[in-house]
C-alpha cells in the first residue's frame, strides 16, 4: 500500500511530483503530501483525500514550493486515520529529517517509547514519524549513514525516501520487502513504487533489493546494504509504454482493462503453444518441468481475485494431469501448520507480485521443502524474484483497483501449466491440439463478451437499487461466481455472496425473495441441466434470474429474466469468458450508482500489509 515518489535534479519539482502521485494513486488515496526543498528551507503540505485535494491545497500556495528536489506521497492508512497529522512526509522534531515510507514498522512502539524516554514528541499516529524520529535521533550530518543505522533496529517492511534539511542536493532510499525503484535520467533521478511513475521521464531504472540504501545526489548515486558495504543493482530498460498506463478514450482504467483482456490474453498465450503439435512451451518452467510433472501434490495460494484464479486452476489441473491439487488462501496457508511433504509444489498467483500474505506463504512452504513457482505479472516484483521458477502474465500494468485482466492472464497460466503437466502425464495428443486451439480462439470470442457492454448496462440498471445479489455457479464457473461477487462488492459497495449452485439449498435459498438478483454463471457444460434446476428453485421463490448463457442456449430462455451469452468453448476455459460478462456487471453497477470505480473506498492496489 502507500505509493512514494522522489526527484532530485534540475526541473521544478512540484508538478512532477503530482504527476507521479496521480500514476501512483492506485496503491492508496486516503491522504496524500509531498515535501519540496526550496530557498527557505524544506516546505510541506499535506492533505486528507485525494491526489486532487492536495494539488488544490498546494496550488494556493505554489511558490513556496519552488524547488527542484522534493519526496510524495499518497497514503492507504494502516496505522491512524486518514487524517493530515498522518499522512506523509513525517519529520523528526531534531534534524530536519523528512521521509514518506510505504510498508509497517513492527517494533514502532517499542521504538516510540524509547525516543519518548529521550524526549522526543510525537504528532502523529503513525509507524512512519517514529521511523523518521529514529533517524533524526540518530543523524550525525550524513543521512544515508543516520538511515543505515536506523534501519538496523527496525523490524517490518519499508520503502522509504528521505531528505535532510542540512544536506541540499542529496535524497536517500532504502526498501526491505515494499517496491521501490530508482530511475536514472540525465543529470536527474526518479524514485517509486513502481515503473509508472518513472516511465514519463526516464526508462533506465533498477529496483533496489531488500535491505538495500541508496544514496542519490548531484555528483551521482550509490547502493549499499546496511553495514555500507557496496552493492551492485541491476539497471535495466523499463518496458512499460506511457500508453498502457494512461487512460486514452475510456473513463476508468477498469473499463479500459477489461477491453484489453482480448490483446492481455494473446500477450499471455504468445509464443507459450504449439497447437498443431499440441506442445506447451513455458520457458520460465525449463529448468522445474520435470518436478512439477512429477508433483505428488500441487497447492495453489493467493488471495482475492488470484485466489478465484486458482480454484479455477485447481480444476484444470486435477482434470487434466490428474495431480491431487488444492487451493489455500495465502493468509491461512502461512499460520496453519501446512502439510509439505516429498513431492509438493506450492504455486503462489499474485498480480503485484507484493501480497504480504502471497509472500509469506511462499516463505513458509519454502522452509518447509516445497518447490515454489510463481505466478505472477509485475515483472521483477518480490515473489517474482523469491520463487524457484514462475510463468510471468504478460497482460500489461494493472491499474484499476479492481483486478480484471490479471485474472484472465492467471486463468490462461493456469491453464497452460495444466496442459503442460497433462501431455506428459495423461492428456492424449488429440485433446492437448484441440485444448490449445481453443485457447487460442478465446482472445476473439472476448470481444463478443465486451461487444455487449451496453447490454449489460441496461439489464444492470433494472436491478442496481438491490443492495443484496447472488451469484451461483457450478464446476468451472463456480469460482467464476465467487469472482463475481468480489467485483461487485469491492466496486459497487452491493452485498454480493457468491457459491455453488447447489450450495443455496442449504440455507441461502432462504435469503431469495421478491425480486432478489441472483446471477447464474451457466454456460453450456456437463451440470448445465443441474444450473437450470438451480435457477427453477430460485423463480419459485420469486427471485430475478440473470444468465450468463451460451450463445444459441435456447433451453436456458424460459428460465431466465435477462440474458448475457458468451461464444460456445470448452468447459474448462468458459471461465475466460463468463468472467467478463460479470466483470462488465460490477463495473456499470459501479458507475450507474456513482461510484469511482477505480478508487473503491477503504481498497488500495496491492496489500503489502497484513
Ligand atoms: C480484487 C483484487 C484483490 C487482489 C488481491 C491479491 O479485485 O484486486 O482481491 O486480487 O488483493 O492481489 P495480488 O494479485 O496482487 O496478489
Given at each position: 500500500?502507500?505509493?512514494?515518489v522522489?526527484?532530485?535534479g534540475p ?9 507521479g ?7 492508496g488515496y486516503d ?5 519540496v526543498?526550496?530557498p ?5 503540505c ?5 491526489v ?5 491545497k ?7 514550493f ?7 506521497h499518497?497514503?492507504?492508512a494502516?496505522?491512524?486515520v486518514?487524517a493530515?497529522?498522518n499522512?506523509?512526509?513525517h ?10 515510507h ?7 512502539t ?6 519518548e524516554?529521550?524526549?522526543h514528541?510525537?504528532?502523529s499516529?503513525?509507524?512512519t ?6 533517524v533524526?535521533?540518530l543523524?550525525?550530518?550524513d ?6 543505522a ?7 517492511a519499508?520503502a522509504i525516501a ?5 544536506e ?5 532510499a532504502?526498501?526491505?520487502g515494499?517496491?521501490?525503484m530508482?530511475g ?7 524514485v517509486?513504487s513502481?515503473?509508472?511513475a ?6 533506465q531504472?533498477f529496483?533496489?533489493?531488500d ?8 555528483d551521482?548515486?550509490?547502493?549499499s ?16 509504454k506511457?500508453e498502457?498506463?494512461?487512460l486514452?478514450?475510456f ?6 482493462e477489461?477491453?484489453?483482456q482480448?490483446?492481455?490474453?494473446r500477450?499471455?498465450?504468445r509464443?507459450r503453444?504449439?497447437?498443431e503439435?499440441?506442445e ?11 518436478d ?6 500441487i497447492v495453489?495460494?493467493g488471495q ?8 479455477v486452476?485447481?480444476y484444470?489441473?486435477e482434470?487434466f494431469?490428474?495431480?491431487?491439487c ?9 499460520y496453519?501448520n501446512?502439510i ?7 504455486v503462489?498467483i499474485?498480480?503485484?507480485?507484493e501480497?504480504a500474505?502471497?509472500l509469506?506463504?511462499?516463505?513458509e ?5 516445497a518447490?515454489?513457482l ?5 515483472v ?7 520463487t524457484?521458477?514462475?510463468v ?5 500494468p ?8 490479471a485474472f484472465?492472464?492467471?486463468v ?7 496442459i503442460?503437466?497433462?501431455?506428459r502425464?495423461h492428456?492424449?495428443?488429440e ?6 486451439v481453443e485457447?487460442?480462439a478465446?482472445s ?13 448496462r ?7 437499487d ?16 465467487l469472482?463475481?461477487?468480489?467485483k461487485?462488492?469491492?466496486i459497487?459497495y452491493?452485498h ?6 447447489a450450495?443455496?439449498?442449504h440455507g ?21 441441466d443441474?444450473?437450470?434446476g ?6 419459485a421463490r420469486?427471485?430475478?434470474v440473470?444468465a450468463?448463457a ?5 433451453a436456458?430462455?424460459?428460465h431466465?429474466h ?11 476455459l468458459s471461465p ?7 466483470q ?9 450508482r456513482g ?8 481498497l488500495?492496489k496491492?496489500?503489502?500489509?497484513e
Open positions: 500500500m502507500c505509493g512514494i522522489g526527484y532530485l526541473r521544478p519539482v512540484l508538478p512532477l511530483l503530482l504527476e502521485l496521480k500514476r501512483l494513486e492506485y496503491r491522504s496524500a503530501g509531498v515535501a526543498r526550496s527557505a528551507g524544506i516546505q510541506v499535506r492533505e486528507v483525500g485525494k486532487a485535494s492536495l494539488e488544490a498546494v496550488g494556493l500556495e505554489r511558490s513556496r519552488a524547488g527542484t528536489e522534493g519526496i510524495a499518497t497514503r492507504w494502516t496505522h491512524g486518514p493530515e497529522r499522512a506523509h512526509p519529520r523528526d522534531d531534531k534534524a530536519g529529517i523528512h521521509l514518506v510505504n510498508g509497517i514498522i513492527e517494533n514502532y517499542t521504538l516510540r517509547k524509547a525516543l524516554s529521550k524526549g514528541s510525537f504528532q499516529e503513525t509507524d514519524e517514529v521511523l523518521a524520529m529514529l533524526g535521533e543523524y550525525e550530518g543521512l544515508e549513514s543516520a538511515v543505515q536506523a534501519l538496523k533496529q527496525v523490524t517490518g519499508y528521505v531528505m535532510a534539511e542540512s541540499p542536493g542529496v535524497m536517500v532504502a526498501r526491505k515494499s517496491p521501490l530508482v536514472l535520467g540525465q543529470g536527474e533521478y526518479v517509486a513502481d515503473p509508472s518513472i516511465v514519463a521521464h526516464t526508462t531504472a529496483a533496489l533489493e535491505f538495500t540504501v541508496c544514496r542519490l545526489s548531484q551521482g548515486w550509490r547502493t546494504n546496511l553495514h555500507n558495504a557496496p552493492v551492485s543493482p541491476k539497471v535495466m530498460e523499463l518496458e512499460m506511457l498502457e498506463i494512461e486514452g478514450d473513463p476508468h482504467f477498469m473499463l479500459k477489461i477491453f484489453e482480448p490483446e492481455a490474453l500477450n499471455t498465450l509464443g503453444f504449439n497447437a503439435q499440441g506447451v512451451i513455458l520457458g520460465g518452467l525449463q529448468q522445474v518441468g520435470r512439477l510433472v512429477k508433483a505428488r501434490r495453489l495460494t482475492g481475485t488470484a485466489w478465484h484464479a486458482a480454484l486452476t485447481e484444470m489441473i482434470e494431469a490428474r495431480i491431487p488444492e487451493v489455500q488462501y495465502a493468509s491461512e496457508f502461512r496453519r501446512p509439505v511433504e516429498e513431492g509438493t509444489v506450492l503462489a499474485s498480480q503485484s507480485g501480497t500474505d502471497t509469506a506463504a511462499l516463505e512452504g519454502r522452509e518447509r521443502g518447490m515454489t510463481g505466478v505472477v505479472n509485475v521483477g516484483s518480490s515473489i517474482s524474484r523469491m524457484d521458477a514462475g510471468y502474465l504478460r497482460v500489461g494493472e491499474i484499476g483497483v479492481a483486478s480484471t485482466k484472465v492472464g492467471q490462461a497460466v493456469g491453464a497452460l501449466m495444466a503442460y503437466a497433462g501431455r502425464r492428456l492424449s495428443i485433446a492437448t491440439k484441440h485444448l490449445l485457447l487460442e478465446i476473439d470470442k472476448i470481444r463478443a463478451v465486451t461487444a455487449q457492454s451496453d447490454l449489460i441496461d439489464l444492470v440498471a433494472k436491478v442496481v438491490r443492495e443484496n445479489w447472488l451469484f451461483l455457479g457450478r464446476g468451472y464457473n463456480y469460482p467464476v461466481a469472482e463475481g461477487a468480489l461487485v462488492k469491492e459497487s452491493i454480493a455472496e457468491g457459491m455453488p449452485a450450495e443455496m439449498k441461502p435459498i432462504a435469503l431469495i425473495h421478491d425480486g432478489m438478483p441472483c446471477v447464474f454463471v451457466a454456460p453450456k457444460g456437463s451440470q448445465h443441474k444450473v437450470i438451480n435457477m427453477q428453485e430460485v423463480r420469486g427471485g430475478r440473470i450468463i451460451t450463445e444459441g442456449d435456447e436456458i430462455v424460459p431466465a435477462d440474458i448475457i451469452r458468451v461464444p460456445e468453448c470448452p468447459e474448462a475466460l469468458l463468463t468472467t467478463v460478462a460479470l462488465l456487471m460490477a463495473y456499470h453497477a459501479a458507475v450507474l461510484h469511482d470505480v477505480d478508487k473503491p473506498r477503504n488500495a496491492s496489500v503489502t500489509v
